[in-house]
């Protein structure tokens, strides 16, 4: 009787502790999943502001911020779509130039924008067209 007690007390003890482990791991990977980041930057004409990528909102879209680190990041798209590039106009400090891979796929199309998120357009053809 003392060989099974041995066999099934350890059995059971690891039994009770997988889904623990389990739930502590599901819990890291979804916490993991919620770290935002930021990169992409691109500085306006005259440096006082930056536009970069962030995933902040869940999805990577376009945000401007203050050069000097001051201030909350200010959302500029918030399209269904995840944006890949943005780079503010070396002339122009009210447009931003941005791709966007509809459905996530490879079929970038670039849009222009102005930082408040005002006269959104598409600026190539749509449809299978990639940028160029």
């Known amino acids: 009787m003392r060989s099974l007690r041995q066999f099934f007390v350890p059995v059971l003890l690891a039994s009770l502790a997988a889904p623990a482990a389990a739930t502590d791991l599901e819990e890291m990977v979804v916490r993991m999943a919620k770290i935002g980041y930021c990169n992409s930057p691109s500085f306006s004409p005259d440096g006082k502001r930056l536009a970069v990528l962030c995933n902040l909102s869940g999805l990577p879209q376009v945000w401007t911020v203050s050069a000097d680190g001051s201030g909350w990041p200010s959302l500029v798209t918030a399209l269904d779509d995840q944006v890949t590039g943005v780079s503010w106009s070396p002339t122009d400090p009210y447009l931003l130039a941005f791709s ?19 006269a959104l357009r598409r600026i190539t053809e749509g449809g299978k067209v990639n940028k160029q």
């Open 100 to 118: 966007l891979a509809p459905g996530g796929g490879l079929n970038e199309q670039v849009y222009l924008v102005r930082p408040d998120g005002q």
